[in-house]
């Protein structure tokens, strides 16, 4: 089943709102994969369906009045991911959020996902 992107209007599904609950327990000072959320959803094959729901969230990052903390999220190469907009700055903003939380993020982009991963929860078993 693939699911689309959303406008900001729109409602969250609930789908998204269940990857926002994951993003939002990754601990301080670490960081998951798209396709690590996606898994812990159980969404099987939904890393687009994760990055969907970070450019969903409210600009705010505040879901429930909770924060999501979307700087977490890194692709499966252990790099923060594109997200254009002018000059990289997005990545640049994501690179400085994780650095103060003590991540290195080279000047690529790239984190050692061996020391910095959260293995997180278990996954979800899909229903269909």
Known sequence: MMISPRARSSPPSSTFEGIWAIVSRVP??????????????GLSRGARTVGWAMRALPDDHRVAGHSV??????????????????????????ATLLRREGVRVSTG????????RWCGIRPRIARW
């Open 28 to 41: 301080r000072g670490r960081v998951v994969t798209y396709g690590q959320v996606a898994r812990m959803a």
């Open 69 to 94: 903390p979307w700087h977490r999220v890194i692709n499966a190469q252990g790099r923060i991911s594109p997200r254009g907009g002018p000059e990289g700055l997005a990545e640049r903003g994501q």
């Open 109 to 116: 982009g790239a984190v050692d996902l061996k020391r910095y």
